[in-house]
Structure formats: C-alpha cells, structure tokens
C-alpha cells in the first residue's frame, strides 16, 4: 500500500525502486505480495503487476475488493475518499478490472476488504464463492471480521484467511478471532504488525509525521495519546537492544509466536527496511522475552 499512497504522501514515489523491492522480496523468500484495487487507488495493482511480470509464479497474490473509490483526492488530507460496497455486481466487475491490472488470469487469495452493512454478507461471500467456481481465484479469506461473521461466511464456502490489524499495540484480534482461526485451520494475516511505524520508536511527537500523512487522523497518534503510547514502543526497544536485534524483528517474532497460522504482512518502500523485516521471521524470542512483551498495557486511543 505504501508503495503508492496513504503514509507521507510529499514524498514522490519511486516505481524502480518499488519494483526493486518486491523482486528482492521474492529473491529473499517472501513470496505473498498484498495489495487491493482501492491502493492508490487501482495504481497499487498495476504497480505490482508490472514487478511481477516474467516471475508471477513465484508469487502468491492477494488482492482485495469491497472498498469503492468515489474520488481520488476527496478524502481528508488529500486521501481517496472510499465507500464500502460489497454489492455481487460490484465483486463481478472488481475481479475482472484486477485481473487486468495484475496481468494473470488468477488472484491466489481474494479477499473482502470490508463487509457492507448495506449488503447481506453471505450475498457478498458468494459473489467471492462465484470467483472461485469461476477460475479466477484460488482461495478467498475476509478482513476486520468477527468470529460471527466469519462463521456466516463459512457456510457459504470455506475461509481460507482472516486479514486484521494485530500487533503489540493492536491486539483486539487475541480474544476471539485468533484462537477460532486456528481452530478452523483459517490463516490469520496481521496487517500493520509494526503499529504503522510506531513500534519502532520513530514518532515521539505528532509534529513529526509527514504533512498529508494518513496517520495523522488516527486517534493512537494524536499528541496526549501519542505521548501515552510512547511507553509501549520503548518496552520494544528495551528487549530488542538486549537480545541485540532490530525492534522490527523484536515486533514481528511476537506476532510469529502467537501461532503457525499467523503469517504478518510487513509493508515497506525500502531494500533497507525490506532485509530487516525478514530477520523477523527467524528471530526467536524467549519464554521471559514474550512474556514481558505479553504484559505491555493497551494503548491509549481508538485504532480509527
């Protein structure tokens, strides 16, 4: 997502170097590429089709739908300004403009971005389930779903993954859905598993998040909660320095840990930040070390 809007939108971006990145993640073992049609928006698939062109069998996939672009500069800050629409016709329509600018003739994983509450879920579902039946996608999984929804989901056809926000300063996810996930067999894909930058001690201060950055209308990063929050991001910083690794690898291990079923899904626009990530997936924390992660606070502040 990064790779084409939403987080320090002054900054031009780099196709080249975006295109590097992914080609380097491939080189590097990482072979699920996330993305969705609203990225940019529909730039984000285009981008990664043209990266992935002469490799795609190399990668798996995942794209989603279910979020429509009602104007490209509408939304606050200069952001895309998005409705949910999860209508059949709209799922028909979405898959086949993503197929196009992805340039296969299969999406791995489809998923539903978000659930319409204008639309019965199970109506949407099937149109997903139809995209299966179809050829055009291997597997279809859901995102920022309850246990409830995901079990209505179910009895249309199986869930193959479960995409929410979870990290150690987003942790919702642990009561109910992480455990039913692994119950199921359903894969479990933390997206913004480094806190949108903050679990690696980067902001201490609103002031110092980019102008047009879509994190400044995030309550979490607000200044009263900012300055709250900045204890969890030392916590991290303190087991990392002491098992001398990155804290990025300190925060993706924790996520690793909390299950085979759980894959995190790192974004990044840099080969810097790309290798350290990485690290994260053969970064092994101990007992003490999860445990003293496990009794961090919740953060001060609403997700959205």
């Not at 509450?117 to 199970?122: C, F, M, S």
């Not at 109910?176 to 930058?197: H, K, N, T």
Request: glycine share 8%.
């Amino acid at each position: 997502m990064g790779m084409s809007f939403a987080y320090d939108m002054t900054t031009p971006r780099d196709e080249a170097t975006s295109v590097s990145v992914i080609h380097q993640a491939l080189d590097l073992g990482m072979t699920l590429i996330d993305t969705a049609d609203v990225y940019g928006p529909y730039t984000n698939e285009e981008l990664v089709g043209r990266a992935l062109a002469g490799r795609r069998d190399q990668a798996v996939i995942a794209t989603k739908v279910g979020l429509e672009c009602i104007d490209p500069t509408g939304g606050p800050g200069g952001a895309p300004l998005v409705r949910q629409n999860g209508r059949p016709e709209h799922v028909r329509a979405a898959i086949d403009a993503s197929l196009r600018r992805l340039g296969t003739d299969h999406i791995d994983l489809y998923q539903l971005h978000r659930v319409d509450p204008a639309v019965p879920l199970e109506e949407t579902w099937g149109a997903l389930a139809e995209a299966v039946a179809a050829g055009k996608a291997r597997h279809i999984g859901l995102s920022e779903v309850s246990v409830e929804q995901i079990k209505r989901a179910q009895t249309i056809h199986p869930v193959t993954t479960v995409q929410s926000e979870f990290s150690l300063w987003a942790r919702d996810v642990q009561a109910e859905v992480l455990p039913y996930c692994e119950d199921q067999g359903i894969g479990l894909l933390p997206y913004s598993p480094l806190g949108r930058g903050f679990l690696l001690g980067r902001f201490s201060s609103f002031d110092e998040l980019p102008k047009n950055d879509q994190r400044r209308r995030l309550p979490r990063f607000q200044q009263d909660n900012l300055r709250a929050n900045l204890a969890i991001a030392d916590k991290v910083r303190e087991v990392a320095d002491r098992i001398g690794a990155p804290p990025a690898q300190v925060a993706l291990a924790w996520l690793v840990a909390q299950g085979e079923h759980v894959v995190p899904i790192p974004g990044t626009k840099t080969p810097k930040y790309l290798v350290e990530n990485a690290g994260g997936a053969d970064l092994r924390l101990s007992p003490a070390d999860l445990a003293e992660l496990d009794s961090i606070p919740a953060p001060v502040g609403a997700r959205y």
